[in-house]
């Protein structure tokens, strides 16, 4: 005997908000009518006017109020989510995990090819940003040092990406300090502790070779780079003017790990 599927259910309108929202960052407005076409609702005069989210979701309601189904929802987030239309994989990412995070409260969510697939609802906030963003599961794929992510625990539960690359800057001057007694930050802290015009306290090898200076210097540059680009400006100025993208973090952070394993196995000098 055959099993016949049932057609989704309607999806809440907060939620067709949610999604209509996250699939809109996606999309530009002279492509939301093929976008839409398939759900056969056309648009009433003067809707290019409106705001991107607001014009999906109009569709979305209309035919999901003609149907009694969640069908059209389902169908305009498999058409937005194709890989093809995205210029790069973290582009098609950084969508795909805005747009779980909505889903994840209906039983959907969009798989590595695009496709839309049922599973397990989501019922908290917290348990939605975690199963949406694989940004932590990427992060422990890279095998990022602990440390790292003991710093910035908090902020990646909440996909705060500007924070979470500024708590684990902080992570490296920390471990400076613990490893040598010495105070200060920044720039400054790297001088008095890693420098070899000062004698170096934290040594990343022998130095008595050129090459192995050359590598201090480096690493002395690296550690001062990434106060200066991230952790200084990201401090200072405001969010809105700082952004920090997935795929910018996933970068930094990956850099302070190395930048942590180094300082495990480095030779202390007193």
């Keep these: ?49 409106q705001t991107k989210w607001k014009r999906l979701f109009n569709a979305v309601a209309e035919r999901q109020n003609r149907q009694g189904d969640g069908k059209a929802m389902l169908r305009l987030v498999g058409e937005v989510m194709r890989p093809v239309r995205f210029t790069s994989t973290l582009a098609f990412e950084d969508t795909r995990s805005a747009v779980n995070e909505a889903l994840l409260y209906s039983g959907y969510k969009i798989l590595d090819d695009g496709r839309v697939a049922r599973t ?99 690493l002395v540059m690296l550690m001062k780079g990434l106060f200066s680009t991230f952790r200084n400006p990201s401090a200072h100025a405001p969010k809105v003017l700082w952004a920090t993208s997935r795929s910018d973090a996933l970068d930094v952070l990956t850099l302070i790990s190395m930048l942590h394993r180094r300082l495990d196995t480095a030779i202390l000098h007193p």
């Excluded at 471990?175 to 790297?190: A, C, I, Q, Y």
Aim: proline content about 7%; some cysteine; hydrophobic content about 35%.
């Design 120 to 218: 397990t609802a989501a019922t908290t906030v917290a348990e939605a940003q975690q199963r949406a963003d694989d940004l932590r599961a990427e992060l422990s794929r890279r095998g990022v040092h602990p440390d790292v992510l003991h710093f910035c625990r908090a902020e990646l539960m909440q996909r705060n990406y500007f924070h979470t690359v500024l708590e684990a800057s902080k992570s490296v001057a920390d471990k400076l300090r613990v490893l040598t007694g010495e105070n200060g930050d920044g720039s400054g802290l790297v001088d008095k502790t890693c420098s070899i015009g000062q004698g170096p306290r934290v040594a990343f090898n022998t130095l008595t070779t050129e090459w192995e200076r050359s590598e201090q210097n480096g």
């Design 1 to 49: 005997m055959s099993q016949t599927t049932l057609p989704p259910a309607p999806f809440p309108a907060t939620s067709v908000e949610q999604i209509c929202r996250a699939l809109a960052e996606a999309v530009t407005g002279p492509q939301i009518p093929n976008l839409i076409a398939p759900l056969k609702i056309p648009e009433p005069a003067g809707s290019e006017r």
